[in-house]
Every structure is written in structure tokens, then in C-alpha cells.
Nanobody
């Protein structure tokens, strides 16, 4: 399974971005897909995830500012009111369950990262 992340870029604080994660097959079938982010020198942290039955989960850093959604083509993460502290490389990931995809050690598949830079 290959996951392809896209949608990153350079934006100003307060702007919005939509990240997309496309799968080489329908990993959304009975799988959960999520997003992590990692800033230089920091650990990879959970951002958001969605399970095959559309149950979602969000990390505290983006809760209330982001929405994750999925369809047969993959998963999107809409991020609004971006802040400089949101600057990081964002990775999409897939695992069997929502609980698993929230923990880096339990992720089954990783996509490559897409860089999000938010200027103040």
C-alpha cells in the first residue's frame, strides 16, 4: 500500500490549507487513515484521523480548526486559521483501527510528508 500526501505550502497566519492523502488502493476499506506532523527537532505528533465508519478523532493542537473527511479516493484534512506553530511536515498514515492510527508505533503504512509553513 502506498499513501501519497499533498497540499502543503507556504501560507500566512489565519489562512487555510487542504491536505490530501491518496491511497494506491482503497485503504479506507476497514482501515483508519490519519495525519501526523513533525517539526524539526520534535517528535511526530497526532493531528487527526478517520475510521472506515467515519468516526473521527483530533489532536488538541488542531481541534476546532480542522476537519478530516474521506471518500473512496482517500482522505482530506481541511485546516483553518493556521498559526505559525502549525509549521511542520505533515504525514498521512494508515492502520487497522482508529486507536492504532493515533499512535506512531502502531501505524501500518506511512506516506511521504508534505511541508506546511505558516508565516506570522
Amino acid at each position: 500500500v502506498q499513501l501519497q500526501a499533498s497540499g502543503g505550502g507556504l501560507v500566512q497566519a489565519g489562512a487555510s490549507l487542504r491536505l490530501s492523502c491518496a491511497a494506491s488502493r482503497r485503504t479506507s476499506d476497514r482501515y483508519a487513515v490519519g495525519w501526523f506532523r513533525q517539526a524539526p527537532g520534535e517528535e511526530r505528533t497526532f493531528v487527526a484521523a478517520i475510521a472506515w465508519h467515519d468516526i473521527t478523532a483530533y489532536g488538541d493542537s488542531v481541534k476546532g480548526r480542522s476537519k478530516i473527511s474521506g471518500d473512496d479516493n482517500g482522505v482530506s484534512l481541511q485546516m483553518n486559521d493556521l498559526k505559525p506553530e502549525d509549521t511542520a511536515t505533515y504525514f498521512c498514515a494508515s492502520a487497522k483501527t482508529l486507536a492504532d492510527v493515533r499512535r506512531p508505533a502502531s501505524v501500518a503504512y506511512w506516506g511521504q510528508g508534505t511541508l506546511v509553513t505558516v508565516s506570522s
